[in-house]
Nanobody, 117 residues
Framework: QVRLVESGGALVQPGGSLRLACDAS????????MGWYRQAPGMQREMVAT???????NYRDSVKDRFTISRDNTKAMVYLQMNNLKPEDTAVYFC???????????WGQGTQVTVAS
């Protein structure tokens, strides 16, 4: 059974840092583009950052220079380092795995990030 398991969400003060992790060991990790998405209450889910199987990265403008996505193919893990967090970063963060040519896509259950003083 495919499972993407996120961890690392927490309550943090503005200006603080968090590192999210996604365990994707249940999939053929090397074939997948990976991403982090987030959804705030009453809002649509939005892309935060993606990293391809070739390690090309893409970020939404509001997190550029603050967030860094990375992947470890040996551990089948993807990470999101979040620095200088702002209250508007508060959301449930979801891990995504997509293998477009095979028409496969999976989501994790989400981890809550709350930025408040």
């Amino acid at each position: 059974q495919v499972r993407l398991v996120e961890s690392g969400g927490a309550l943090v003060q503005p200006g603080g840092s968090l590192r999210l992790a996604c365990d994707a060991s249940s999939i053929a990790f090397g074939y997948y583009d990976m991403g982090w998405y987030r959804q705030a209450p009453g809002m649509q889910r939005e892309m935060v950052a993606t990293i391809t199987e070739g390690r090309a990265t893409n970020y939404r403008d509001s997190v550029k220079d603050r967030f860094t996505i990375s992947r470890d193919n040996t551990k089948a893990m993807v990470y999101l380092q979040m620095n200088n967090l702002k209250p508007e970063d508060t959301a449930v963060y979801f891990c995504n795995a997509r293998w477009s040519s095979a028409n496969l896509e999976f989501w994790g259950q989400g981890t809550q990030v709350t930025v408040a003083s």
